[in-house]
T-cell receptor, first 111, second 112 residues
Framework: QQQVKQSPQSLIVQKGGISIINCAYE??????FPWYQQFPGKGPALLIAIRPDVSEKKEGRFTISFNKSAKQFSLHIMDSQPGDSATYFC??????????WGAGTKLIIKP | DAGITQSPRHKVTETGTPVTLRCHQT?????MYWYRQDPGHGLRLIHY???????DKGEVSDGYSVSRSKTEDFLLTLESATSSQTSVYFCAVGYSGTDTQYFGPGTRLTVL
């Protein structure tokens, strides 16, 4: 019940396309769902996060879609650029507990 | 980078030797974390601290110990390093248990 399952493991998208990464969880007590972005040789950094009181959150080209009934959330990157090439991690937590991380998705944007 | 440094950045050691990794922060974050990152496993929590001398185990704590004697420093010790502990270790900090975590640059550890 503590797992967060992330897919796909790797993804190749053409420049200008839409990148979509999905995560699923089982614990209905989770109430915080962040996405982190990691470039090679660096630590992860928070990209965008959502709480379950909204179904979508958008920041620039990055959007989180949240489906509470399906226990799924996804990251959409619009107009994907080569600079978006990185590893993306979803995570989930419930109040006062630690983040549970997905396994990561390596995204490559082809010029 | 939230003022986080990790030392050393790279280390090669031999099986059976003790190893200590240091995380130092300058912004007075209450929470500090040690993760390991391995291909296919994402980030796995080793130990975390929610205050000076207050620590707790994470998902993969066996073979590791931690100490936090000052707000700014969180030490991770591998008591007797094994090859399975070859990994990249990240320190992270945050103001609360479920708020944004800020990560350090990582330490690449190789145990031969």
């Amino acid at each position: 019940q503590q797992q967060v399952k992330q897919s796909p493991q790797s993804l190749i998208v053409q420049k200008g396309g839409i990148s979509i990464i999905n995560c699923a969880y089982e614990n209905t007590a989770f109430d915080y769902f962040p996405w982190y972005q990691q470039f090679p040789g660096k630590g992860p950094a928070l990209l965008i996060a959502i709480r379950p009181d909204v179904s979508e959150k958008k920041e620039g080209r990055f959007t989180i879609s949240f489906n509470k009934s399906a226990k799924q959330f996804s990251l959409h990157i619009m107009d994907s650029q080569p600079g978006d090439s990185a590893t993306y991690f979803c995570a989930a937590s419930k109040r006062n507990y630690q983040l549970i991380w997905g396994a990561g998705t390596k995204l490559i944007i082809k010029p | 980078d939230a003022g986080i440094t990790q030392s050393p950045r790279h280390k090669v050691t031999e099986t059976g030797t003790p190893v200590t990794l240091r995380c130092h922060q300058t912004e007075n974050h209450r929470y500090m974390y040690w993760y390991r990152q391995d291909p296919g496993h994402g980030l796995r929590l080793i130990h975390y601290s929610y205050g000076v001398k207050d620590t707790d185990k994470g998902e993969v704590s066996d073979g590791y110990s931690v100490s936090r004697s000052k707000t700014e420093d969180f030490l991770l010790t591998l008591e007797s390093a094994t090859s399975s502990q070859t990994s990249v270790y990240f320190c992270a900090v945050g103001y609360s248990g479920t708020d944004t975590q800020y990560f350090g640059p990582g330490t690449r550890l190789t145990v031969l």
